[in-house]
Structure formats: structure tokens, C-alpha cells
């Protein structure tokens, strides 16, 4: 691969939601051009006008000299030698589906979704790869604690770049590294991307939890046998020898089981606390994967038939509607 000096590289970004914004304001002020693909034409014509996002992170300010917001996917896209997915999972079909199948010859592939496709249960890098032909390494994934609100304060940051191509990897963390990201190159692109869907399930577990009145103590247990649950997981569908304590597996367990941004234990609170489904996450104005990345996990074990009990109560709880207190209850008895 070619090496560019970083305001030669163009990158597409879809999605207008806090990562898609946050990860804008990384790779612009570090040098590289954005058309950035928002779904609506009034936030895009508010960013023309004011240089902000109205909805998310909008305290940060862009150089429209180097972020160029717009609603036409198909131009975005073929302008870019990267493209960025920061939708939320549910909505990478429908916005996909606009694209032409060669729309991302010879382009890189970079998902920052921390889900699955709905109905498919298929990785993100899997579905695109299948829809565009696309060799796996052209493909990666950014992974690793990072909550967009804390990239909006500059506060310090370590992302991982999974990807089956070292080159790719570590070009992308040279497009992300400043004063306050550190970025590291893994060639474990599955096993990332797979953990990064399921720590939302833990964390929407801790937040239920936290919300029936369980303290820290209990949580501690529940991330505890949570780090078994993925190693069972992520054995039996991709047994290669991994470290799950380094930070693009743990360090993003733990941030999103105990953050006070993290959508997916907002939600979960919520549910604890006797909100139904539906009506936690209309209080929300942002997406929670966990609840779409369940049924996925749920579904895919039904085959695998691992010992799986976070993702089998926060199933019975969403799903079908067994009280939340009734799941902790019996997990209780099956943690150690
Ligand atoms: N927010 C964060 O700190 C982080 C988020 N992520 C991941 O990034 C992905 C995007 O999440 P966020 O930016 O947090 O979203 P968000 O919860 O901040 O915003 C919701 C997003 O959904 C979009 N949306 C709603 N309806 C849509 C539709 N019909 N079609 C297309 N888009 C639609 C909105 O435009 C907005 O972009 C998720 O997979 C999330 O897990 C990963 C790391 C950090
Ligand atoms: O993945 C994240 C932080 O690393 C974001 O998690 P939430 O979607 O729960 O906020």
C-alpha cells in the first residue's frame, strides 16, 4: 500500500451519530480529508452553516476545509479511498443497499459498529465483504475503549485496528494517533469484532442489574464470569490463542460495563428499573446494540450450545418479557 502523508488520504465516513462525529473530529484534525455522509439534510446544512453537529458531540468544531458533510452516499463514497461505517448496525443494510456492488473496488473497508446484522447474524466485515466482493483485506475493524463523549474532551484514548492486513492496520492507526489517541495494529479482526458485540450484552446485563438495586460487588462477579462467557464464545467459533485481558477485549468490556456515557448500560438501568423495551429506548436518543446484538449471540449459540448465562437471561428479559429480577435471581446461582 502506498505511503501518503496523511492530508492525502480521503476518507468516507457514514453515519451522524456521536462516534461517526467523534472519529470525524480525529482523522480531520490529524490531516485527512472527510466527506462525511449524514442520513438528514438539515444537520448537514447545519454543519455548512455553524461547523457543529446539532445532535451529537456538538460542542466540537470542524474545518470545513477538510470535513465536507453531504446526504449523497454514492458521491461521498466515490470520492474516498477509505470508508468508515459508524452506523448502527441495524442500518448497515438499508444504507448499504443504495451503493452500487462495485462501489468500494479497491477501496478500504474500516467498521467502527460494535453489532451485528440484525436477521443475518452476520459480523459486519462479513455482510460487506459477501455484498461487494471484497478480499479480506481489505477490511478492518476499529475496536477498543473509547466512548465518543471522552474523544469530544480530548481525554486520553487507545483504539485497536483488527485487521488479517498488518499494512492496512497500522495506516489506519497512523490516520487516528495524536496528542490524546494511541492506536495499535491486531491481526485478530473476528475475534475483536466479535467480543466488541458482546461486551454490549454484559454491560446492558450490568446496567439491569444496577438497576434492581445490585451493587458493585455483584458486578464485579457478573464481568467476571462475563470474560468466561466470551473466551467459551469466541473459542468455539475462532480457537485462536488470544490475550482476552488486552484492551481492545477487556479494557472495552470494562468501560462499557461501568461508564456513565455508555448507552448500553443506560438502557439496561432503564429495563431494571420496569421500563419495558420499547419505552427505554424511545427515552433514548441514541442507539443501544445490545439489545439487537442479544438475539444475534442467542441465535448463533443455539449451534454451538455453549455455556452461555448473561446472554440467556438478558434474552429471556428483552425477548420475552421474564422479569429482570427473575433472571438475576437465578444468575446468582450460576456464577462462581
Ligand atoms: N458512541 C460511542 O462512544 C461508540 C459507538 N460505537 C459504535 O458506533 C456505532 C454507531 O453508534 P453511535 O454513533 O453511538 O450512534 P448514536 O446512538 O450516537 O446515534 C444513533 C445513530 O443512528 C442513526 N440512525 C438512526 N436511524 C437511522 C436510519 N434509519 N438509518 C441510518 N442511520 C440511522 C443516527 O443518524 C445516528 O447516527 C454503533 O455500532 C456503536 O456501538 C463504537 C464505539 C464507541
Ligand atoms: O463501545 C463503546 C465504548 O468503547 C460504546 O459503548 P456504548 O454503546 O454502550 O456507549
Redesign the pocket.
Known sequence: MPVFPKSMHKIAML????????LTKIVSENGSHVGWW???KD?VQHLLRTRHNP??LSSVAFDLARVQPATDLADVVAEADWLV???????VQ??LDKLDRDALKNKRIIS????MIPEKNVL?TDYVAQRFRLAPEQLGV???P??????ALEKQSYLTIGSPDVELAETFCQLLRNRYVKAHPSADLDGIEYC?VMK?IIALTCGIAHGLGYGDNFQAVLVSNAVQEIRRFLHALSPLPRDLSASAYLG?LLVTAYSQ????RTFGNMVGRGYSVKSAQME??????GYYAVKSIHDLNKKLKEFMPITDAAYRVLYEKVAPAVEIELLKEKFR
Not at 453515519?15 to 467523534?22: I, N
Not at 461505517?85 to 442500518?91: E, N, Q, T, Y
Not at 467502527?112 to 453489532?115: L, Q, T
Request: with cysteine.
Open positions: 453515519g451522524g451519530g456521536s462516534w461517526a462525529t467523534a449524514l442520513r438528514s444537520d445532535r451529537y461505517l459508524a452506523v448502527p448496525a441495524a442500518f438499508p444504507v467502527a459498529i460494535k453489532g459486519v476499529v475496536a477498543g473509547c466512548h465518543a463523549e471522552e474523544v466488541a454490549n472495552d456515557f455508555s448507552r448500553n433514548m436518543n441514541m442507539v443501544a446494540e
